[in-house]
């Protein structure tokens, strides 16, 4: 049996409707919402505003919960734990996104939920079109993608 992760992320919106995604700094440079672990003796809710908080500096007003994402599978010859991701909907109405974890996180910046970048992980893709159409309480497994190629080491951006 896999061992499971407790995970959170937030689909913040702006008032133009956009939503703020961050890039991976290491590896595939996958784009993903801001969010990560959940701490021991934390509540998937404060673990979301913590995470918004550090990543982005902003202060997230959590509105409702989007879904519960169980994510599984493996990629090529490794095995990994599967993730099991709160994901909440976030309104962030004033204030500036600003990069506060540049060890983690290469770039922050918002898109339409129609034009999205990629490679991007499967929990936040899922998670978006649920957010996007105005889903709340989903709860779905949702498999790892394959990875992508890595990102030339001279490619900016």
Not at 66 to 78: C, F, K, M, S
Not at 125 to 151: F, K, N
Request: charged share 25%.
């Amino acid at each position: 049996m896999n061992s499971v992760t407790s995970a959170v992320g937030a689909v913040v919106t702006d008032p133009a409707g956009r939503v703020l995604l961050r890039q991976q700094r290491q590896g595939h440079r996958l784009w993903g919402l801001p969010g990560g672990r959940v701490r021991p003796g934390e509540s998937p809710v404060e673990a979301a505003i913590r995470d918004v908080r550090q990543e982005t500096g902003m202060e997230a007003e959590i509105v409702d919960l989007v879904g519960i994402y169980q994510l599984t599978g493996d990629t090529g010859d490794e095995s990994l734990p599967d993730v099991v991701t709160h994901v909440f909907r976030g309104r962030c109405d004033h204030g500036e996104a600003a990069l506060n974890a540049p060890d983690r996180i290469a770039r922050l910046s918002w898109h339409d939920p129609s034009h999205l970048p990629h490679p991007m992980t499967a929990t936040t893709r899922t998670a978006i079109a649920d957010a996007a159409a105005g889903r709340s309480g989903m709860v779905r497994v949702v498999r790892r993608d394959a990875e992508p190629e890595l990102p030339d080491a001279g490619s900016a951006g």
